[in-house]
Every structure is written in C-alpha cells, then in structure tokens.
Nanobody, 124 residues
Framework: QVQLIESGGTLVQAGGSLKLSCVTSGRTFANSAMGWFRQAPGKEREFVAA????????KYADSVKGRFTISRDNAKNTVYLQMNSLKPEDTAVYYCAVNVEGGATDYVRAYDYWGQGTQVTVSL
C-alpha cells in the first residue's frame, strides 16, 4: 500500500521558516518526480514546487520562487520543502504528491499519489 506522509507543518510568525518533509512507503519512487501543492480555505489546490527523480530539475510557482526550496533524499524516500520568509498568504494545507512516470510539472492531474496534508499557518 502506497503512503505519503507529510510532517513539519505548524504555526509560525511571518518572516519565519519551516521545513516540511514527505516520506513515502509501499514502493520506491526514486525514479519519479515529486511535487508540493497547497490548498487554502475556499481556494483550489495550487502548485508550489516540483522536483525530478534525480533532483537535477526543479520548478517553482512564481509566488514562492526565491523563498522556498524543494529537495529530495532518495535513500530516505523523502522529499523536503524548505520555506523561508513566510507570509500570511502562505497559510494552507500542504500536500506532497508523486508523478510516477512524468517530470517535474505544475499540472496537478499529472500526479498519481497524494498525501493527507500538513497544516501551515503563518501569523502576522
């Protein structure tokens, strides 16, 4: 059974930093792209960042470029999202996802497996 489990979400003040982790189990995704998405209340799920299987290619939403960094450790079956200079508008549930046979894309429907999400709240 494939599982993606996110962790690291919490309440943080604006300007602060958080690092999210997503551990996969049930099968290896070392050859798959992975991504982070987020969904705020009343809004659609939106792309945040993606990374290809090797970590050599990354892609970011314009809203997070320069502040967030996606990385992965295939030996640990884990993908990370380092978030710096957080803003209240970054408040959302953050989800990790796996694109089994594709690349680092912002297309939400390209992703085959999803985690349950972790809440990030940024206060003023």
């Amino acid at each position: 059974q494939v599982q993606l489990i996110e962790s690291g979400g919490t309440l943080v003040q604006a300007g602060g930093s958080l690092k999210l982790s997503c551990v996969t189990s049930g099968r290896t995704f070392a050859n798959s792209a992975m991504g982070w998405f987020r969904q705020a209340p009343g809004k659609e799920r939106e792309f945040v960042a993606a990374i290809n299987w090797s970590g050599g290619t990354t892609k970011y939403a314009d809203s997070v470029k320069g502040r967030f960094t996606i990385s992965r450790d295939n030996a640990k079956n884990t993908v990370y999202l380092q978030m710096n200079s957080l803003k209240p508008e970054d408040t959302a549930v953050y989800y990790c996802a796996v694109n089994v046979e594709g690349g680092a894309t912002d297309y939400v429907r390209a992703y085959d497996y999803w985690g349950q999400g972790t809440q990030v709240t940024v206060s003023l």
